[in-house]
């Protein structure tokens, strides 16, 4: 029991550190900088973290992109304004997603500067194969440590683990919560001290201030990646744009 407790919270927090860290904050917003030895830790990083559920650096820069562009529009890749509930919209930015990762949606070359790339890794992390044996390794775990088969109910919490992320932030933090910026968008905070989702829950502070690695900006409010930025950054890991 103390083992799935522990697999729930870390590969949740594992899996979103990198998503917010590294598609969304380096891949997508450039905040910061690295050498390409990094690029390639936190490749092999997301891989281990969202396995069954990886999802392209490269490719989410790029949707994600196109999101900051096109808020709410037609042409917004995921806007709860076009869908009637959350499911329904992840389902159509699974297909938006995939069109952009096989390359059958065209992307215009300003979308594509400084987004990290390394296509054969990608390839690998993407494929069925690793994503089948990632499957199966939740289930051994459950298998090895689960008290009751009750227990296989949390499995497709493991299998769709970023695309619940994506969901929360997509559809959440454009529907509900406080605004401190009126932006031309529908995008919401979510929660002022934001340990449920490290910070991307302060969604509208950073559709005002996409380029900004802190996505905290009132006193009352707290984005728990960002200290872990600072961190990376004093080590070298990392170099903040502004620093
Ligand atoms: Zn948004
Ligand atoms: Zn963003």
Redesign the pocket.
């Known amino acids: 029991m103390t083992y799935i407790i522990i697999f729930v919270v870390v590969h949740w927090y594992l899996s979103l550190f990198i998503q917010t860290f590294f598609h969304h904050r380096y891949a997508s917003h450039g905040q910061f900088k690295m050498s390409s030895f990094w690029e390639k830790f936190f490749y092999i990083f997301a891989w281990i973290a969202q396995g069954s559920c990886y999802i392209s650096p490269k490719a989410y820069a790029y949707m994600h992109r196109l999101?900051?562009e096109h808020?709410d529009t037609d042409e917004d890749p995921?806007?709860p304004l076009h869908f009637s509930n959350a499911l329904s919209m992840i389902w159509d930015t699974k297909e938006t997603y995939r069109k952009i990762w096989i390359g059958e949606t065209h992307i215009p070359e300003k979308y594509k500067k400084n987004v990290p790339s390394w296509d054969s890794f990608d390839k690998m992390a993407h494929s069925a194969v690793s994503k089948v044996a990632w499957g199966a390794l939740y289930t051994a775990f459950y298998v090895y440590f689960a008290p009751s088969a009750w227990f296989y109910l949390l499995l497709p919490y493991h299998y769709l683990q970023a695309a619940i992320h994506g969901v929360i932030?997509?559809w959440g933090?454009?529907k509900y919560g406080y605004r401190n910026h009126t932006v031309e968008?529908?995008?919401t905070n979510l929660f002022p001290i934001d340990i449920l989702m490290m910070g991307e829950g302060l969604?509208n502070n950073?559709?005002q201030q996409p380029a900004n690695p802190n996505f905290a900006q009132k006193w009352f409010e707290f984005d728990p990646t960002y200290p872990i930025i600072s961190l990376l950054h004093k080590l070298d890991i990392i170099r903040l744009r502004r620093a």
């Open positions: 999101h900051h808020a995921h806007t932030i997509n933090a454009h968008d529908t995008s969604h950073h559709h």
